[in-house]
């Protein structure tokens, strides 16, 4: 039987996927086409900027999905989440997680630090909190927590990832844990879907995929950017904000670096606060994934297509190795 939470949740998907939370690329039109679509949508509340703009911003996802719980109530959209950096050099997290509060929010995905102190608040006012982890470490910390689910991000996922196999990180993981989890790495097929689902978790994590959409932030130039690139385009690097992530070289490039003779980041590269200058803003994140992200589409034909894609690909085991016979 699945998680209680893993099973409310899904009653209101089409697919076990939750959106990444994207640096400048999520804004409310993405998280509202995502949940109406039946994925959970999500976004970075650092997108919204200035501060005061979150508000604004939670409204309209608020109202757009109102309006879709009206006009078809026998299909309403998936539940959103807020993604907060909880890094202590993000000055506005109380701020944030006051206007999270006041909409209640139902999901809040924390990083970069253990949540304690985020959770209480959460739960206070009946939302959930998913905390991203790259080593069995932090998954430990997050349990201890609180947290409600975790989310691994492994080896090839977009933006600050981690360096472990989803092979290794999640088994060692499952050994501690029976909550919701979601998993991240390279998945842009709703065959890797299903391997996440296969290998034991919960919820696939889904974030560049989501780039190359109508209803993304991002610049044409990053969207097309990402169509056309490969795995061994992306390069993996703290030089940017002082964690490690994975980044377009060709970005790179075309602000006149040297991807393959990066300097060494600078001490107080590591910056989320309200001061934070934004002199990388053209160096675009991507995950391994990109290869198999083929054309510009819109939230619902990707959804589509990647539901399509997991519906053949379970078919396809039921042909091959699932016959009489065969252990």
Not at 21 to 35: K, R
Request: glycine share 10%; aromatic share 6%; charged share 15%.
């Amino acid at each position: 039987m699945p998680h209680p939470l893993v099973e409310q949740l899904y009653r209101d998907l089409t697919l076990p996927v939750i959106a990444a939370p994207m640096f400048i690329v999520s804004g409310p039109e993405l998280v509202v086409a995502q949940c109406a679509s039946g994925i959970v949508g999500s976004m970075p509340a650092l997108n919204a900027r200035p501060q005061s703009l979150l508000a604004q911003w939670l409204e309209q996802i608020d109202s757009g999905l109102a309006g879709l719980r009206k006009a078809r109530p026998q299909c309403p959209p998936a539940p959103y989440a807020i993604n907060h950096i909880i890094h202590q050099s993000n000055d506005r997290l109380q701020d944030d997680l006051a206007v999270c509060a006041e909409h209640r929010v139902p999901i809040i995905i924390t990083s970069l630090r253990a949540p304690g102190e985020v959770v209480e608040k959460v739960h206070a006012w009946g939302g959930r909190v998913f905390h991203d982890v790259t080593t069995l470490r932090h998954a430990r910390k997050a349990l201890e927590a609180g947290v409600d689910g975790l989310i691994l991000v492994c080896s090839g996922a977009g933006g600050h990832a981690g360096t472990l196999s989803p092979f290794a990180l999640l088994g060692e993981v499952r050994k501690i844990f029976d909550g919701p989890i979601a998993l991240s790495g390279a998945i842009s097929r709703g065959q890797d879907i299903l391997a996440a689902r296969a290998m034991g978790a919960d919820f696939a994590y889904v974030g560049t995929r989501f780039i190359a959409s109508t209803e993304a932030r991002a610049q044409e130039a990053y969207k097309n950017m990402l169509v056309q690139s490969q795995a061994s385009d992306i390069l993996y690097t703290p030089f940017f904000t002082g964690i490690p992530g994975n980044y377009l070289k060709p970005s790179i490039s075309a602000a006149g670096l040297d991807p393959d003779n990066l300097p060494a980041p600078q001490p107080t590269a590591t910056n989320f606060g309200s001061t934070r200058s934004k002199p990388w803003k053209d160096i675009w994140g991507a995950g391994q994934g990109v290869g198999n992200i083929d054309s510009i589409e819109d939230v619902a034909h990707i959804v589509a297509t990647l539901r399509q894609e997991y519906l053949q690909g379970c078919a396809a085991l039921h042909d091959g190795f699932a016959q009489p016979g065969i252990a």
